[in-house]
Each structure stands twice: as structure tokens, then as C-alpha cells.
């Protein structure tokens, strides 16, 4: 047979629940917190200017500049901010390849056949390509040493 519960235990049962909801409730307010400074902080992250290493792909030359060369391009937007966080990233990347390998991107608001060409539908998007086919595909926000081991990878 099962024992009563009595008032007390009860009383016990309720107050540590009630703790458990105090306390996920400040752990999911601290999240939302969390996520909402780190995205007003991305979102107001400004352009930074592209390493002079760095390939600016149009449609009139992207052919021409992805021939013969294994290359990192970019597809991204102004108004997005991890392609922003990403710029700096990019930089660091063009400045240490060596040789036929290069970071190149494409503004997809400019240059949307090229962002059809390759299927982009969210960015940023990072397409490894040597000699214009691609190789590899990296959606989101990547780091320096990544994105440096996927290219040496490919040589």
C-alpha cells in the first residue's frame, strides 16, 4: 500500500518546484539577455575594408579571376552582420595565403546571378573553388585557422 503524502512533504514539493522555476526562468532570461546584447552588438559592427589581397568578384570578371586559382569567395550583404564579423576573419585569411590561393567575394546585392549560380540562400556562404569548380561549402561564421586548414587541405 501506498503512504500518504502529508501536508508538510507537500509544502516541500511545491516550494522546490517553485525554486526550479525561479531558477530557469533566470537562466533563460539571462540567454535571451545574452543574445540580444551580442546581436545589437554584430548588427552595429561597422564595414570593414577589404585586406588588398582580396578579390572583389563581379560578373564581368569572375571567370576570368577563378581560373587556375584555388579561391576562397565570400558570397555576402552589407546589411548582414556576421558577413560583417566575418570581414576582419577574411582579411587575416588573404594576408597569409601564398601562392595561387586567394579570398575573393561577391556582394550578392550587386551580383545576385552569381548568388543564384551557385545556389546561395543564406549567408554569409564561403565556396572553396579551384579552377571554378567547387570543392568545398561553409555556411555561417567561420574562423581564421578553419578556413586556413580547409584551403591548405585542397593544394
Not at 525554486?19 to 530557469?24: K, Q
Amino acid at each position: 500500500m501506498h503512504k500518504p503524502i502529508d501536508l508538510n512533504s507537500q509544502i516541500l514539493i511545491a516550494s522546490d518546484m517553485q525554486t526550479s522555476y525561479i531558477i530557469a526562468a533566470s537562466i533563460l532570461a539571462s540567454a535571451v539577455y545574452l543574445f540580444l546584447k551580442a546581436r545589437a552588438k554584430m548588427k552595429n559592427m561597422p564595414l570593414v575594408t577589404d585586406h588588398e589581397k582580396i578579390l572583389t568578384l563581379t560578373e564581368a570578371n569572375f571567370q576570368h579571376q577563378v581560373k587556375n586559382k584555388l579561391i576562397l569567395v565570400d558570397f555576402w550583404a552589407s546589411w548582414c552582420a556576421p558577413c560583417r564579423v566575418m570581414g576582419p576573419v577574411l582579411n587575416d585569411v588573404a594576408e597569409k595565403l601564398t601562392g595561387n590561393s586567394h579570398v575573393g567575394k561577391v556582394n550578392i546585392e550587386q551580383h545576385q546571378s552569381l548568388a543564384q549560380k551557385f545556389g546561395v540562400r543564406s549567408i554569409p556562404t564561403l565556396i572553396l573553388l579551384k579552377n571554378g569548380v567547387e570543392v568545398k561549402r561553409f555556411v555561417g561564421m567561420k574562423d581564421k585557422e578553419f578556413l586556413i586548414h580547409q584551403i591548405t587541405n585542397q593544394k
